[in-house]
Nanobody, 116 residues
Framework: VQLQASGGGLVQAGGSLRLSCAAS????????MGWYRQAPGKQRELVAD???????NYADSVKGRFTISRDNTKNTVYLQMSSLKPEDTAVYYC???????????WGQGTLVTVSS
């Protein structure tokens, strides 16, 4: 399984970005998909995830600003990020958890930099 993350970049505070995570196979194979982030010197943390049934979960720090969604026809999960803050600066990683064995997969990460 390959997860191809894209969409990162440099944006000013208050701006928006949309991250994409394209899976190499149908995302119906995954019970859950999500985005994590890791800032320099910090642990990787969950940003948002979405189940195969469409239920979503967000970190408190991004509630109301970020939206996770999935397009089953494109095998892609998106993270729409708005009202970005400098503290959102991090490498963002896509994650998928398979139904079988609950095996976890990671994408390569995409860097988001928010300037003040």
């Amino acid at each position: 399984v390959q997860l191809q993350a894209s969409g990162g970049g440099l944006v000013q505070a208050g701006g928006s970005l949309r991250l994409s995570c394209a899976a190499s196979r149908t995302i119906f194979d995954f019970r859950d998909m999500g985005w994590y982030r890791q800032a320099p010197g910090k642990q990787r943390e969950l940003v948002a995830d979405i189940t195969s049934g469409g239920s979503t979960n967000y970190a408190d720090s991004v509630k109301g600003r970020f939206t996770i969604s999935r397009d089953n026809t494109k095998n892609t999960v998106y993270l729409q990020m708005s009202s970005l803050k400098p503290e959102d600066t991090a490498v963002y990683y896509c994650n998928a958890v398979a139904w079988i064995g609950r095996t976890g997969y990671w994408g390569q990460g995409t860097l988001v930099t928010v300037s003040s």
